[in-house]
């Protein structure tokens, strides 16, 4: 099983920036994809970003087209989600989560989730 823990999270005013971390450990990390979710206060829970773990391929839900950027860390466990002109509806807590399997990637079908982390965007 892969174990995942996110950090990084905060309180940021409007138009800031914020970075996510997400470190896996467990047994050997070599999933199909990594992704970054989220979840505001009764809604569902969404795709924010992923990354296909082989070939760096990177995928953004419009609404943050141009403001986040996914990467992939040097020690090959760890992604990050930079986060920049940040919206209070961007307020949500942030998931990391790993995708074993090949199918479709800009989906909420992941397999191992890490526990999240609040970003909350002030105005």
């Known amino acids: 099983q892969v174990h995942l823990v996110e950090s990084g999270g905060g309180l940021v005013q409007a138009g800031g920036s914020v970075r996510l971390s997400c470190e896996a450990s467990g047994r050997t990390f070599n999933p199909y994809a990594m992704g970054w979710f989220r979840q505001a206060p009764g809604k569902e829970r969404q795709f924010v970003s992923a990354?296909?773990?082989?070939?760096?391929?990177?995928y953004y839900r419009d609404s943050v087209k141009g403001r986040f950027a996914i990467s992939r860390g040097v020690a090959k466990n760890t992604i990050y989600l930079q986060m920049n002109s940040l919206k209070p509806e961007d307020t949500a807590v942030y998931y990391c989560?790993?995708?074993?399997?090949?199918?479709?990637?800009?989906?909420?079908?992941?397999?191992?989730w890490g526990q999240g982390t609040q970003v909350t965007v002030s105005s």
């Open positions: 989560a790993a995708r074993q399997t090949v199918g479709v990637i800009p989906t909420t079908r992941y397999d191992d």
């Open positions: 990354i296909r773990w082989s070939n760096g391929i990177t």
